[in-house]
């Protein structure tokens, strides 16, 4: 059982936008502003895409968005298209000994 | 740009212990703010921790596989290396070596994993 909840899956069409959630506890998303997430296709190893909640590497889509309330984080994907579908995965620091957790993973489709 | 390149046996014996190494290029693993984990994904499964190394060679290591890994580093060859002792069919997985930032934890550039299958 991950430390991070997601929902194990969502869908939208393209053009819509979505929104992945990953709750934790006062240990880990919400005690800190460190939380990542990851874009991960088939065969292929995890991209970040955010890190410290909001912030985006250089060369990722402003498409993607992250964003923290209480003890949940948000991916937020606008403007959907085929090439966004996916696994994504959140990250959290956490004051726990396990140092780093990931959430379960959420499979995004693009209808 | 960072690039990793993990490389190691894509099969081990259960109760032999697992090792993989991981070259770094585009930047040394002994500079800069940030450290080195390793990070598996059994087969249609999610991501485990499993462990970093600093750029002083400081260790963290999860609490479930502490007993039986070691992370280190070569800075002269710019590799890290894992060893994973007494493995079973549990240890088979997707390894990836990644780079981590030292503030947030989040990890910015990764290895295109090597799987290892534990089995006889």
């Known amino acids: 059982q991950s430390a991070l909840t997601q929902p194990a899956s969502v869908s939208g069409s393209p053009g819509q936008s979505i929104t992945i959630s990953c709750s934790g506890s006062?240990?880990?998303?919400?005690?800190?502003?460190?939380v990542s997430w990851y874009q991960q296709h088939p065969g292929k190893a995890p991209k970040l895409m955010i890190y410290?909640?909001?912030n985006r590497p250089s060369g990722v889509s402003n498409r993607f968005s992250g964003s923290k309330s209480a003890y949940t984080a948000s991916l937020t994907i606008s403007g959907l298209q085929a090439e966004d579908e996916a696994y994504y995965y959140c990250?959290?620091?956490?004051?726990?000994?396990?140092?780093?957790?990931f959430g379960g993973g959420t499979k995004l489709t693009v209808l | 740009q960072v690039q990793l390149q993990e490389s190691g046996p894509g099969l081990v014996k259960p109760s032999q212990t697992l090792s993989l190494s991981c070259a770094v290029s585009?930047?040394?693993?002994?500079?800069?703010?940030?450290?080195w984990s390793w990070i598996r994904q059994p087969a249609g499964s999610g991501l485990e921790w499993m462990g970093r190394?600093?750029?002083?060679?400081?260790?963290n290591y999860n609490p479930s596989l502490k007993s039986r890994l070691t992370i280190s580093m070569d800075t002269s060859k710019d590799q890290l290396s894992l060893k994973l002792t007494s493995v079973s069919a549990a240890d088979t997985a997707v390894y990836y070596c990644?780079?981590?930032?030292?503030?947030?934890?989040?990890?910015?550039?990764w290895g295109q994993g090597t799987l290892v299958t534990v089995s006889s």
């Open positions: 990644a780079r981590g930032r030292a503030t947030g934890r989040s990890h910015d550039f």
């Open positions: 585009g930047g040394s693993i002994s500079t800069g703010t940030y450290y």
């Open positions: 190394i600093s750029t002083s060679g400081n260790t």
């Open positions: 006062f240990s880990d998303v919400g005690g800190y502003n460190f």
């Open positions: 410290d909640v909001t």
């Open positions: 990250s959290s620091y956490t004051d726990r000994s396990t140092y780093v957790v």
